[in-house]
């Protein structure tokens, strides 16, 4: 099974502030199948970036995602208010589980 | 703009089987798209659980197999998510989801879940 980490745990900053979150997998992950999703409290999440890179529909252009391999990094350019949050990764492909990292927190500094 | 709605009971006892359907509107659930159920236990993470694609297309999570089954029912436009022997365990918030694929050669394989149903708390008592 593909275990997924994320790092920070817990990011505190200030709203302007650039964001980058780490995902990082226990074994070579293919891209097309590496996404991002926010959750914020008594919301489902929303999917942010699909194949590691793309943003989904809507999403708005300071989300960014980058990286091949077993490292995956998402970046928030300047944070708004509105993306304080809860951020988890996902892995998918041929070979069951899926599975989701265990989350970075964003939270205010 | 598709949307995803689940529904079924919010309680259920320990040893009974947890069943609960998703509707889907604003597109076919034919249409070549995946779909999947995830659960998130309170305060804790996501656990994706199971996929399909129409017809019987299916992926399911190892840990969780043998007690799972999901279905599609096209007339209906809706799939559905059964979970046999329920423990406390199972207590979670169940979404249902959308999931793109990619194309492997003349495969697809599923992707990315988006968009998500708004999600229904199950809790497993007595």
């Known amino acids: 099974d593909t275990v997924l980490t994320q790092s920070p745990g817990t990011l505190s900053l200030s709203p302007g502030d650039r964001a980058t979150l780490s995902c990082r997998a226990s074994?070579?992950?293919?891209?097309?199948?590496l996404a991002w999703y926010q959750q914020k409290p008594g919301q489902a999440p929303r999917l942010l970036i699909y194949?590691?890179?793309s943003r989904a529909t809507g999403i708005p252009d300071r989300f960014s995602g980058s990286g091949s391999g077993t490292d995956f990094t998402l970046t928030i350019s300047r944070l708004e208010p509105e993306d304080f949050a809860v951020y988890y990764c996902?892995?998918?492909?041929?070979?069951?589980?899926?599975?989701f990292g265990p989350g970075t927190k964003v939270d205010i500094k | 703009q598709v949307q995803l709605q689940e529904s079924g009971p919010g309680l259920v006892k320990p040893s009974e089987t947890l069943s609960l359907t998703c509707a889907v509107s604003?597109?076919?659930?034919?249409?070549?798209?995946?779909w999947g159920w995830i659960r998130q236990p309170p305060g804790e993470g996501l656990e994706w659980i199971a996929t399909?694609?129409?017809?019987?297309?299916?992926y399911y999570n190892p840990s969780l197999k043998s007690r799972v089954t999901i279905s599609i029912d096209t007339s209906k436009n809706r799939f559905s998510l059964r979970l046999s022997s329920v423990t406390a365990a199972d207590t979670a918030v169940y979404y249902c989801?959308?999931?793109?694929?990619?194309?492997?050669?003349?495969?697809?394989?599923?992707?990315?879940?988006?968009?998500w149903g708004q999600g229904t708390l199950v809790t497993v008592s007595s």
């Open positions: 989801a959308r999931q793109g694929g990619f194309k492997e050669t003349t495969t697809w394989y599923p992707s990315w879940f988006g968009p």
């Open positions: 604003g597109s076919s659930i034919s249409d070549g798209y995946f």
């Open positions: 399909i694609h129409h017809p019987e297309i299916t």
């Open positions: 074994q070579s992950v293919r891209s097309n199948y």
């Open positions: 194949g590691a890179s």
């Open positions: 996902q892995h998918s492909g041929s070979s069951p589980p899926f599975t």
